[in-house]
């Protein structure tokens, strides 16, 4: 298990702990499955800041949400016999650059997998603003 999953089992078993899940999400690390701009097929190769690219896409009760996990090989697991490139950025970079109206399913198909609603992540966002005017 990793921080991560020990942060949202702590928080599924009591829900006072929701605050320690939410910041060890904001604090992780995420890859992020994607597609190069240039459309070549996916090898499992990290894309960089500077590199035009395209995040993966599902639909989640009639919203977009963009999976994203804590380890590649979680993403490699998920994706099974499909290879994509990624992207890896801290997850509190990642909800301030995501469009308001798009969701985040963490590690999805693992037993510890979360939906983060726009709605959550809008929560989110503002609570990283104050923490860093703060």
Do not use: C
């Not at 298990?1 to 020990?6: A, F, G, Q, R």
């Amino acid at each position: 298990m990793t921080e991560l999953d020990i942060a949202l089992h702590a928080a599924l078993e009591n829900s006072n702990q929701a605050n320690f899940f939410f910041d060890a999400f904001l604090n992780a690390s995420v890859w992020i499955p994607a597609q190069r701009a240039d459309e070549t097929p996916g090898a499992w190769t990290g894309i960089e800041a500077s590199d035009r690219f395209f995040p993966l896409y599902l639909r989640k009760a009639e919203a977009k949400a963009v999976p994203v996990f804590d380890s590649l090989e979680k993403l490699k697991t998920w994706a099974d016999e499909r290879a994509f490139d990624f992207m890896v950025l801290p997850a509190h970079l990642f909800i301030k650059v995501l469009a308001e109206d798009v969701g985040i399913l963490l590690n999805e198909g693992t037993p510890f997998h979360y939906h983060f609603t726009p709605k959550t992540l809008g929560v989110l966002r503002t609570a990283a603003k104050t923490v860093e005017v703060n």
